[in-house]
């Protein structure tokens, strides 16, 4: 047995419960009974062969062992053959994609939805998100829906939609958003929840990191390939690096403060590192106010420059204490009339959100989250907004936006060339 495997056998063990829809299952529980009605196989289709979903396929395979992959889909070729090779490599029991079941292109999500699966994994660069979300619910599939759910309001208004309906059709929906499922900070939650650091105040969010990856454009791609390729570094495709990136920090932000939504927010970025054309047209920096009811305010902070600083914590201040999380240093701490400081099992959370997938799944009680991932998705869209324009923008003008960042999904081709907007400036580009 692994460690991971020994991690998350343990978790459950010492808790006693498996978390599921917001209760919980009695240690001991067989889910196998939980899933009488249904089959014992549970297929797994992947839609997005890229790193994350590689990733995330192995993670649902380890998560259940009567799982199996039997589907994949990816607009390029080269990601799906690389994925299922690495998958095959790792798990050769439980990945059984045949040849007729590997799909590339636009419609592929379509092929896989209609292949029989009964699980799919939505890893997919963000702009294709809605539209995935909402084909797999209205084909009666349980969803990982990979962080962020959208790069714009009336993406995230569909998402809203498709969480709904999901919800009434008794359909499991879990978020990429992983901290959420990562012991320490669970901990920390507890016990803010609990009022050890009285009522929350203000929110700070801090991540600094320096540069990633750029695929150099080769001759035989068309500019639609270049940009998919390339996506991070397009807003109507990632939404911008506070919506695909930062979005976790932000995520941190509205769980502190019971994922309630703010009244609105202002802020400042821009690009001073990561200027030249290969860049795309998104920030390198943001600053950004949120606020809430009752003078609550939520700060954010972040850049993407090489060379720099770096640094990914969240201090949250109440009226009794203050609660610090620094993910790469794992500190995980609250101070009230005591210090305390996590000192129990880690987990890999990547692992965890799959377990608790399929045993929501198996036991017949659908966990969605569906609401929770759009909100706060739509904490790091706001953010781009006002960072964008320069500025203040309430929550409901930016929920009624109907600004479109990219093509509607059927308009999808190789020859298709996508408006890219320039760089915006604050106090000149127009936001909602």
Known sequence: ?????????????????????????????????????????????????????????????????????TAMGDIFEDYLDESYQSLKKMNPEQVKVEEANKFV?????????????????LTTPPAFRPAHFKAAVEAGKHVFCEKPVAVDAPGIRSVLESARLAKEKGLSVVS????RFDNPKRAVFDRIKNGEIGDITNVL????????????????????????????????????YIVEMMVHSLDLMSWALGDRVPISATGTGGRQARTEEKW???YDHFAIEYQYENNIKGI????????CSNINQADFTGTKGSATINTGKRIHTTMGETRWDYEGESNNPYDTQHVELFA?????????QGELMANSTMLAIIGRMVGYSGQTITWEEAMKSDVKLGPDAADYRW????????VAIPGITKAV
């Open 415 to 422: 020859d298709l060339v996508v408006d890219v907007p320039q």
């Open 300 to 307: 954010h902070f972040s850049r993407q420059q090489k060379g």
């Open 280 to 282: 795309g047209n998104i």
């Open 176 to 179: 990429g958003f992983t901290y």
């Open 360 to 368: 929501s799944i198996r036991a017949g009680e659908p966990m969605n």
């Open 205 to 240: 969010t801090v991540r600094n990191g320096g540069g990633l990856w750029y695929k150099e454009r080769q001759e035989s791609w068309t500019e639609m390939e270049y940009q998919l390729r390339n996506w991070y570094y397009y807003d109507w495709l990632s939404g911008d």
């Open 1 to 69: 047995m692994d460690q991971n495997n020994k991690n998350r056998r343990s978790f459950l063990k010492s808790t006693g419960t498996a978390i599921v829809a917001g209760s919980v299952l009695p240690f001991g529980f067989n889910i196998r009974e939980g899933f009488a009605a249904q089959k014992s196989t549970l297929k797994v289709g992947l839609i997005g062969c890229g790193g994350r979903g590689t990733g995330a396929a192995a993670q649902a395979l380890k998560a259940d062992k009567d799982a199996e992959l």
């Open 105 to 121: 292109g636009f419609d592929a999500i379509q092929k896989v939805l209609a292949s029989d699966v009964d699980v799919v994994i």
